[in-house]
C-alpha cells in the first residue's frame, strides 16, 4: 500500500460533526485530500471553514445519504473519475438509539440498521472494486465498544455496531491478499451529540446530553487515536476512558460483565 505520508485521498462519512468532522480537520493537516461527506451541504462546507485557509484546498465536500444506498455507486464512479485513487475510506456516518427493548418501535430498529449497517456496507461495496483494482486501500469502520458488548437502552444500535465487525472480518480475510486493510474503531463514551440526536422508542431524537457521554474524551482526541491506529494498520483499536475494559471483560469474563452491565449507569 503506498505511503499514507504522503497525499492520500482519505474519504469521510459522517464529517459534518462529532468524530468525523475531527477526523476531517486532523487529517487535513497532514497534506491529505479531504473527501467530505455527510447529508447536509451547508454543514460540511462550514467544516471546511473550519479548517486553516492553507488546508482548504484539499477539503472537498461530497453530499451523500447512507440511507440512499442505490445512489452510492454513481458517488463512488465521480469520486474516482476525479481523483483517481481512494486511499482510505473512514466510515463515521451513523445514528444511535436509546430506548427499551419493549419501548422501541421496529421501524427505529430498522432505521438504525439501514443506516449504521446497510448503509455503510453498501458504500463499501460500491468503492471495495476500485480497491481491488489498486491493489491496495483501508478502511476506518467507526463501530464502537457496543459492537463488542451490549448495555442496556441500545439494543438496535448494538445489533447493527455487531453487525459491521461480522462483515468487516469477513472481508479482511477475503481481501487481505488484495492489499486491502480493515480498521475497527471502537470508542467510548465521546464527547458529540450522537445522545442528543439518538432516537428513542418513537423514532423522535432523545434531545438531550447522556452524562457518561458528556465526560468522555473529546472527539480531537478519538481522531488522533484512530488516525495513529490507521497508520499502524492496527486491525482494532480502544479508544476511550476506563470503559475500554469492557472489551477485555467480555472476551475473558463474560458473566462478571453482564453483572457489572445491568448495575452501571449508561446514560
Avoid at 172 to 194: L, N, S
Amino acid at each position: 500500500m503506498p505511503d499514507l505520508a504522503g497525499r492520500p485521498v482519505v474519504w469521510i462519512t459522517g464529517a459534518s460533526s462529532g468524530i468525523g468532522k475531527a477526523t476531517a480537520l486532523a487529517w487535513a493537516g497532514r497534506n491529505a485530500d479531504i473527501i467530505l461527506s455527510s447529508r447536509r451541504r451547508d454543514a460540511l462546507e462550514a467544516v471546511v471553514q473550519e479548517a486553516p485557509a492553507s488546508n482548504r484546498s484539499r477539503m472537498h465536500v461530497i453530499p451523500l445519504d447512507l440511507a440512499e444506498p442505490e445512489l452510492l455507486a454513481g458517488i463512488v464512479q465521480s469520486v474516482v473519475e476525479k481523483f483517481g485513487q481512494i486511499h482510505v475510506v473512514v466510515h463515521c456516518g451513523g445514528i444511535s438509539q436509546r430506548s427499551l427493548v419493549m419501548e422501541t418501535d421496529l421501524a427505529v430498529d430498522r432505521r438504525v440498521m439501514e443506516i449504521d449497517y446497510f448503509g455503510t456496507v453498501a458504500l463499501t461495496k460500491a468503492v471495495l472494486p476500485q480497491f481491488v483494482a489498486q491493489q491496495f486501500g483501508h478502511f476506518a469502520v467507526v463501530t464502537s465498544l457496543m459492537g463488542l458488548f451490549s448495555s442496556p437502552f441500545r439494543s438496535g444500535y448494538c445489533g447493527a455496531k455487531h453487525a459491521l465487525h461480522g462483515f468487516f472480518e469477513s472481508l479482511r480475510a477475503e481481501h487481505h491478499d488484495d492489499g486491502i486493510r480493515v480498521t475497527m474503531v471502537c470508542p467510548g463514551f465521546i464527547r458529540t451529540d450522537i445522545s442528543r440526536n439518538a432516537m428513542v422508542g418513537d423514532g423522535s431524537p432523545q434531545g438531550t446530553m447522556d452524562e457518561k457521554t458528556g465526560q468522555g474524551l473529546s472527539p480531537e482526541v478519538c481522531a488522533t487515536r484512530m488516525i495513529r491506529a490507521i497508520d499502524r494498520k492496527r486491525p482494532l483499536v480502544l479508544i476511550g476512558k476506563s470503559e475500554i475494559l469492557g472489551a477485555y471483560l467480555a472476551r475473558f469474563f463474560p458473566n462478571l460483565l453482564r453483572r457489572i452491565v445491568r448495575k452501571a449507569a449508561v446514560r
